[in-house]
């Protein structure tokens, strides 16, 4: 059975929509707000991913950083895609998700806690 890199094949993606978003950046300004923010006056949970990507395509992290501290996360992107090839080329299968209620809330209370943080700063 043929193990597909999955994670390399997405992170490959991701390079490729961030080099394209470098030359969709002027049309950034014919983008819609959001319409939950329109609404409510309140930031989504999602707010400030579109200038993350902007600001990732023109390379500046630290203010990607500052619209969306998630994209933290693409830190690890790197390591992940190493360990997803070595995983591919020996073979190996995926392991298993964790099944606990305590690793569902937890992912839960980080993007609940990254909402909030949007919302307090106003973004």
């Not at 080099?19 to 300004?29: E, H, I, Q, S, V």
């Not at 998630?70 to 591919?88: E, G, N, S, T």
């Not at 073979?91 to 998700?97: I, Q, R, T, V, W």
């Amino acid at each position: 059975m043929r193990r597909v890199p999955w994670i390399a094949l997405a992170a490959l993606g991701l390079g490729l929509g961030l080099w394209a978003a470098t030359f969709l950046a002027p049309l950034a300004g014919l983008l819609p707000t959001c319409p939950f923010k329109r609404i409510t006056g309140y930031a989504c949970a999602t707010c400030g991913a579109t200038r993350c990507v902007l600001a990732l395509a023109g390379g500046h992290w630290r203010e990607a950083f500052h619209w969306y501290p998630a994209a933290a996360a693409l830190a690890a992107l790197p390591f992940a895609v190493l360990w997803d090839l070595r995983r591919a080329w020996r073979g190996d299968s995926y392991p298993a998700l964790p099944d606990s209620r305590a690793a569902r809330l937890a992912v839960w209370a980080a993007l609940a806690g990254i909402w909030a943080l949007q919302v307090a700063r106003g973004i």
